[in-house]
């Protein structure tokens, strides 16, 4: 899966780093969460909070 098709809508912020990209609905974690999840491994998913999270997951169902 393309990463920036997986995250398109959502807009991505870290909570351990300057890192904010993206607009629409919040996925909030630690920016190593935010890149394995971009990088599609479904692992990091339970650690990431916001209204985008449940969307994120949806996608990579």
Do not use: H, I, W, Y
């Not at 351990?16 to 599609?40: C, H, I, K, P, Y």
């Not at 990091?44 to 985008?52: I, M, N, W």
Request: charged letters at 25%; a neutral charge.
């Amino acid at each position: 899966m393309n990463s920036k098709t997986l995250v398109k809508g959502l807009k991505l912020s870290a909570v351990d780093a300057d890192f904010e990209s993206g607009n629409g609905q919040g996925v909030t974690g630690r920016v190593l969460d935010l890149v394995l999840v971009m990088a599609g491994r479904p692992e990091a998913l339970a650690d990431l909070t916001g209204s985008g999270a449940t969307e994120l997951r949806r996608r990579m169902d």
